[in-house]
């Protein structure tokens, strides 16, 4: 959060009138000089420079001028600077007697000190000038010592002489110090709970500042509110007025990296770990240089946070006791606290479980809630209760739990599912493995009602993080448990949440809609100055600019109405399931297994390494990359065909030998987990000319395939051959044969515009393009069109996509997966979108291949065979044909 200082804007007009004029005159324009110091630093600087020449001995314009010229110089992030110009504005007052002056000065000294970490100097300042300052000059020193107190963890002493301020200023007008007291007020208020109370001191101080023309302060106020959001755990509305502020202070050219300390907490709690760790890395460089070392210290603490999240606890501990010790020598008692909580999660994720452990987490949580920190306390004391039942001490672990229950209910999703994780581990303890299969099942609700309060796609998939534990132990218990659809009910639970829910467009749409024009204007000109030989880094640039401005615009949107999860419903999918078989695959640490539906009955079996199985899917994908380009010695091509033979075998005698006997000919369900949904299904031995659906969650396949199937020319079908690569425009000409009334785009006239506005009310869309998936950033995946990129955020801003979508392009149906199987990309998108089948590709295809195989399966969609069947046949014949890398490469996703 944003502490806002001395700010203010003002005016100065220094006219050489006669002496004794020009005294009152310089000392007038001194003073209001003082207010303008933060806002315009520069401006300021150049003007008090011209009134120290013109003051000459003049003590009083004097000294404020130099109070001046150190505000402006800590604008700058000048710390040692300001110190100087500071202590000489109130050495300058001293000198000539002038002790209200000098003890002014020290109260912008002191809010400096803070900044540096040195409270204890700073409450010598205060201490000095509160033997000389009263009335409205005495309420804004209390004011000041209310926040060095704040900045100590003191809390409720600071709130007291906050409380006792707030009344003098109101009472002598003083509108600009009352918009800071409450500022800081709401500050304190939001780390106490106090969300309303905080929410209306900063609206408040918002308006004041906006009243009295202080821009920048009003700025620091609103990313404030956002910090409010953050505590309460409103996602959206957090990065919105984080957003907002850090836009307002960029157009004061002011760039605030406590601000983005903040931020990257936020993107802390929402799981998005990779940009938290660069924020955070960057914030903790910036405050370092600019000798911040009270801000600097805490953005330490932050890092931490994220290493221990991106499994780094030996980072972490030592960036931990950084901050530990620096907190120690600041004397801010509260905060070395909290370090010391952040060493005690990295301990407990790295060292053997042992009695000084839990003892050492209950005092942590002692010590915690006496200094504040409620989350952490009942964090802390959570780790001594699942201490103290791996030691086998079920009462030390109830003792630490009884007074805490409440943490189920209350606080940060994360917290809630540690609660319920303790929760449901003491059950155990007492053999209660019902109740704590209801625990677990409690602490996944919690999930679901945070997950629709979110609208963003990037959010959604990755907030299914937050309840890993609680899945894993429900997992691990219905394994145990060797009931087949118990197992099926919890993996489910913990898989593709978010593709449930619609995306949800952001409020500022149209910002929205400009910024991707841009992106694609932008992308279009890198590819012509490629092309021309000419530098592409300044466009570059400027793409990863629009790209964080789409991101951040989208992760705004709210969620609409309840998650949609609920239960799967067992008895519906074997109806819709018919002759089919299903096959799911469930992790636990290294094992996979698989629950199998066929012929009515549910049945588990332990399939093979998930280890193995990555690294033989590796090998298959690198295999066929190298197939796709023929050139070279035959013998090499040889070797990397006969590579992913042998991998494709591996790979079916782990995931489909083990049961294959359950399989028998049924065509195939495959929910696959991690990064087996990548798998090149059509290549395993088992799988060859087998009608196969892949779908992210079983839940997702049952509502898709409760829908009739019907042929694509049952409704408008939609044709987009792009001018690259080479096959794509006459693979459509070839299709538009056959269907009459098609809406066919080509070469030009496939472009996003054209193709957006084809997919509204479309039965079939057939799109033959190049496809490039972004495992950077796989929300900017795209199919390059005729004037750029079509992204995951285009097709997020469409009513309804197409029930049968069919993407020649390579790549077009991977997908990034985060905890809980949450798919990100292309294909999950179209399905959450409406989508119920789409062909797409899982790897790199050959051209004139593609083409054959395209056309093929059109042939069999409209003699009436379903999607899955369909291209089931058409890769039967290119493989009859001796071409089986392009019948490998796509695959059947959805109801098939």
């Known amino acids: 959060m944003l502490q806002p200082p001395v700010r203010g804007w003002g005016v100065m007009r220094v ?117 000389v300052l009263h009335g409205a000059d005495g309420a804004r020193l209390q004011m000041r010592r209310g926040l060095v107190l704040q900045r100590l963890g003191l809390l409720d002493a600071a709130l007291a002489t906050y409380d006792r301020a707030l009344p003098a200023l109101r009472r002598a007008g003083d509108r600009l110090w009352e918009a800071r007291l409450l500022s800081n007020r709401g500050v304190l208020h939001t780390y106490r709970r106090q969300f309303a109370a905080a929410e209306r001191d900063l609206l408040r101080a918002e308006r004041l500042h906006r009243q009295t023309g202080q821009a920048l302060a009003a700025a620091q106020v609103r990313h404030n509110l956002g910090f409010v959001a953050a505590r309460r755990g409103d996602v959206p509305a957090a990065l919105r007025s984080y957003d907002l502020a850090a836009e307002q202070l960029r157009q004061l050219g002011i760039v605030s990296w406590l601000g983005e300390a903040d931020r990257c907490e936020l993107l802390l709690s929402a799981r998005l770990l990779t940009e938290a760790d660069q924020l955070a890395t960057r914030a903790v460089a910036e405050l370092a240089r600019a000798g911040m070392d009270s801000d600097v210290a805490e953005a330490r603490l932050t890092l931490a946070d994220v290493k221990l999240l991106l499994g780094e606890p030996e980072a972490a501990q030592r960036i931990a006791e950084e901050a530990r010790s620096s907190f120690l020598a600041q004397g801010r008692q509260p905060w070395a606290v909290l370090a010391a909580y952040v060493l005690l999660r990295a301990r407990w994720q790295t060292g053997p479980r042992s009695r000084a452990l839990m003892e050492e987490a209950s005092r942590n949580g002692r010590d915690l809630e006496a200094a504040g920190w409620a989350t952490a306390s009942v964090d802390a004391r959570l780790m001594a209760a699942r201490t103290a039942l791996e030691l086998g001490d079920p009462q030390a672990a109830e003792r630490e739990l009884v007074s805490h229950r409440q943490a189920r209910f209350r606080g940060p999703v994360e917290l809630r599912a540690r609660a319920w994780h303790a929760e449901a581990l003491l059950r155990l303890a007492h053999r209660n493995r019902r109740g704590a299969d209801a625990a677990l099942r409690a602490g996944m609700r919690a999930l679901d009602r945070h997950r629709a309060t979110l609208g963003a796609t990037e959010l959604r998939a990755h907030v299914s993080g937050h309840v890993g534990q609680l899945a894993r132990l429900g997992t691990r218990l219905a394994i145990e448990s060797g009931d087949a659809e118990r197992v099926l009910r919890w993996a489910e639970r913990w898989r593709a949440g978010a593709l449930s829910l619609r995306p949800v467009r952001p409020p500022d749409d149209e910002a929205l809609t400009a910024d991707l024009v841009a992106l ?33 615009r989208s992760r705004h949107a709210r969620g609409q109405g309840e998650d949609e999860t609920g239960g799967l419903p067992v008895d519906a999918l074997r109806a819709c399931l018919a002759e089919r078989a299903l096959l799911e695959m469930v992790r636990l640490d290294d094992d996979l297994h698989a629950v199998v539906v066929a012929d009515g009955r549910l049945r588990l079996r332990r399939l093979g390494s998930h280890r193995r199985a990555v690294t033989e899917l590796e090998r298959l994908q690198f295999s066929l990359r190298r197939l796709t380009l023929p050139q070279g010695p035959p013998a090499a091509l040889a070797a990397a065909r006969a590579s992913a033979a042998a991998s494709a075998q591996a790979l079916d005698d782990l995931l489909i030998a083990p049961v294959r006997d359950l399989l028998t000919e049924h065509p195939l369900v495959i929910v696959p987990t991690g ?103 796989p929300l900017f995946s795209c199919l390059e069109l005729a004037d750029g990129p079509l992204t995951v955020f285009d097709l997020e801003r469409r009513q309804q996509t197409p029930p049968l979508f069919l993407l020649s392009a390579c790549e077009s149906g991977l997908s990034a997966v985060q905890a809980g199987d949450e798919l990100m990309g292309l294909a999950a998108t179209l399905f959450a979108l409406g989508t119920r089948t789409l062909v797409a590709s899982v790897a790199a295809v050959p051209d004139a291949a593609t083409r054959r195989l395209m056309v093929g399966l059109h042939d069999h969609l409209r003699g009436g065979l379903p999607p899955a069947a369909a291209l089931a046949r058409a890769q039967a014949a290119e493989c009859a044909s001796g071409d089986d890398v392009a019948a490998a490469g796509f695959v059947c996703f959805g109801a098939g």
Request: glycine share 6%; with cysteine.
């Open 15 to 131: 006219q050489a009138v006669g002496a004794a004029a020009r005294s009152i005159s310089l000392a007038e324009e001194a003073e209001r000089l003082l207010e303008l110091a933060q806002d315009d630093p520069a401006d300021a600087e150049e003007r008090a420079r011209r009134i120290l020449d013109l003051a000459g001995g003049d003590a009083y314009p004097r000294s404020l001028a130099q109070e001046t010229l150190g505000l402006a110089a800590k604008e700058r992030l000048d710390l040692d600077g300001a110190a100087t110009l500071l202590q000489q504005a109130v050495a300058t007052a001293e000198a000539a007697g002038l002790a209200t002056r000098a003890a002014q000065a020290r109260m912008s000294l002191c809010f400096l000190l803070v900044s540096r970490g040195d409270a204890e100097a700073a409450l010598r300042e205060l201490a000095l000038a509160d033997a």
């Open 520 to 552: 694609r204007e932008t992308v279009a000109a890198i590819g012509q100055a490629a092309l021309a030989g000419e530098a592409t880094t300044a466009l570059l640039r400027r793409q990863a600019r629009l790209e964080r401005s789409i991101q951040q």
């Open 675 to 777: 990064a087996l949904h990548a798998v090149p299904w059509a290549f395993l031995p088992s799988c060859r000319a087998r009608p196969v659906s892949v779908v992210p969650s079983a839940q997702l396949w049952c509502r898709a395939a409760a829908q009739p199937h019907a042929p694509p020319d049952a409704g408008r079908v939609v044709l987009v051959g792009c001018a690259t690569p080479p096959h794509a425009i006459d693979e459509v000409r070839a299709l538009r044969a056959h269907y009459t009334g098609a809406v066919a785009l080509l070469g030009d006239d496939a472009t996003v515009g054209a193709v957006s506005a084809a997919l509204e009310g479309a039965s079939c869309v057939h799109l033959a393009c190049h496809g490039r998936f972004r495992s950077d950033n």
